[in-house]
Nanobody, 128 residues
Framework: QVQLVESGGGLVQAGDSLRLSCAAS????????MGWFRQAPGKERELVAI????????YYADSVKGRVTISRDSAKNTVYLQMNSLIPEDTAVYYC?????????????????????WGQGTQVTVSS
């Protein structure tokens, strides 16, 4: 099993930056691709970014590309989401998720149903 705890959210102004963290426990973290998702009020949960198990390959949704960086620190069992140039449309609850279906997977999962473990979420609010 994997347990995930997000932190780092808050209320910021447009143009500001935030770094979200996702602390993971469990033996499968190091072999699992990790994703960040977000859900705004009244909207579906959407994929923001993915990082592979080794940390060398990433994917970004078009809506955040160029403004967001996903990274991981295996020694700390933590995944990060650095968000710059925040805009009001980034307001949402942000969740990290672990894709534990296959260890050391070389393919990304873009469907949230394929992620077995989720954190409780952290709120990000961007004021204009």
């Amino acid at each position: 099993q994997v347990q995930l705890v997000e932190s780092g959210g808050g209320l910021v102004q447009a143009g500001d930056s935030l770094r979200l963290s996702c602390a993971a426990s469990g033996r499968t973290f190091s072999s699992s691709n990790m994703g960040w998702f977000r859900q705004a009020p009244g909207k579906e949960r959407e994929l923001v970014a993915i990082i592979n198990w080794a940390g060398g390959r990433t994917y970004y949704a078009d809506s955040v590309k160029g403004r967001v960086t996903i990274s991981r620190d295996s020694a700390k069992n933590t995944v990060y989401l650095q968000m710059n140039s925040l805009i009001p449309e980034d307001t949402a609850v942000y969740y990290c998720a672990a894709d534990t279906r296959r260890r050391y997977s070389t393919t990304f999962s873009f469907n949230r149903q394929e992620y077995a473990y989720w954190g409780q979420g952290t709120q990000v609010t961007v004021s204009s």
